[in-house]
């Protein structure tokens, strides 16, 4: 029985994770549930999965749920440091970490440190301090199973293959506005950005899809997950979102993995890895996709990939910069404060005023993501 943690519970990532542990009982059980605010479904969950802890980052609902699971033997903590602090509990055997956005950074080097394997949704993680949290899970000897999608399929395509890699080929759906000029896109809403037509995700990402950022993200965490300059991650829109990604290897040769869109898979991938465990999912339906396309992004309209691109290659804490103005470029769109388009111009202006380190330390990259939010 494998014990999991899964930091981001309440999310779409964290509720597709309950629903692979709900149909294989026999072979995991939660551990520990921590969730961002939403009481009401952590409770939820807690009562059905009987964890041995959970947490609530919004400490102001920490009295609800305590409440709520007092007549249960469920340990109930509040606050970012106590998310990061159940990292350490002995009988934690994977962490799902599945927190949106920097704040999954902390907890999941904890668990590292503790010898926890990851199961990582999270790619800011990656993207903020790839360096950093791949040396420490090498000095730990713990293994990172990627969780995205795209990774997981660029996974298992290089299992018994690591040494004889050509490049990394990383599809993109293209989100809801593939094929639309700058000029179509002055005016797009929320509502419209949030209408992928093929994945079902959090507002965030779901944002980050539709602008490439997310796309962006993924190259920056391909580059440190599997160790390959960036310069070798090509980005391929493919609409069907059925090849999951390919890796083409020194001989020419293509592996690519393939599927329904379900973030499922590659959640129960990375939980019973290397084992496969049978899935009551539906199948791909080849007569469904008579054609799979393929084409060059648009990174002229779409400049938030090229922006990834340029931060990786300027290395240090510029992708912290980055990473940070993106998620408060976003906000300010939820919030009806900038335009779509104006995302990208955001990200680009805090990445010319930002300081730059080119040898960051883990507080450095705490201080330049705190500096870069609160510059307004």
Known sequence: MKRIA????????????????????????????????????????????????????????????QEA????????????????????????????????????????????????????????????????????????????????????????????????????????????????????LE????????????????????????????????????????????????VLVHPQSVVHSMVQYIDGSIKAQLGIPTMETPIQYAFSFPARIESHLPRLDWTKYPQLTFEEPDTKTFRCLQLAYDAIARGGNMPCIMNAANEVAVQRFIDGKITFLQIADFVEERMQQAPFIAKPTLDDLFRTDTEVRNRG
Request: hydrophobic share 45%; aromatic share 4%; net charge negative.
């Open 69 to 184: 699971l007092s007549l249960h033997d469920i340990k109930v903590f509040a606050g970012m440091d106590s998310i990061a602090d159940l990292m350490e509990m002995e009988s934690i055997d994977m962490v799902l970490a599945s927190i949106v956005g920097f704040a999954g950074l902390r907890p999941t080097l904890r668990a590292i440190e503790h010898h926890k394997p990851i199961a990582l949704a999270n790619k800011e993680t990656m993207v903020v301090a790839g360096q950093i949290v791949t040396d420490a899970a090498t000095r730990n000897q713990v293994p990172i199973l990627p969780v995205d999608s795209e990774h997981s399929a660029i996974f298992q395509s290089l299992v018994g293959e690591m040494g004889n890699v050509d490049k990394i080929l990383l599809t993109a759906s293209g989100g809801p506005f593939r094929g639309r000029t700058r000029q179509q």
């Open 187 to 234: 005016h797009v809403t929320l509502a419209d950005a949030l209408k992928h037509p093929n994945w079902s995700m959090g507002r965030k990402v779901t944002i980050d899809s539709a602008s490439l950022m997310n796309k962006g993200l993924e190259v920056i965490e391909a580059r440190w997950l599997f160790n390959i300059p960036a310069e070798r991650i090509q």
């Open 6 to 65: 899964i930091l981001g519970s309440t999310g779409s990532i964290g509720t597709q994770a309950l629903n692979v542990i709900r149909r294989h009982r026999d072979l995991f059980a939660v551990e520990v549930l921590c969730a961002g605010s939403n009481a009401d479904l952590l409770i939820q969950q807690a009562l059905e999965f009987d964890p041995n802890a959970v947490a609530v980052a919004d400490e102001s609902k920490y009295q609800q749920v």
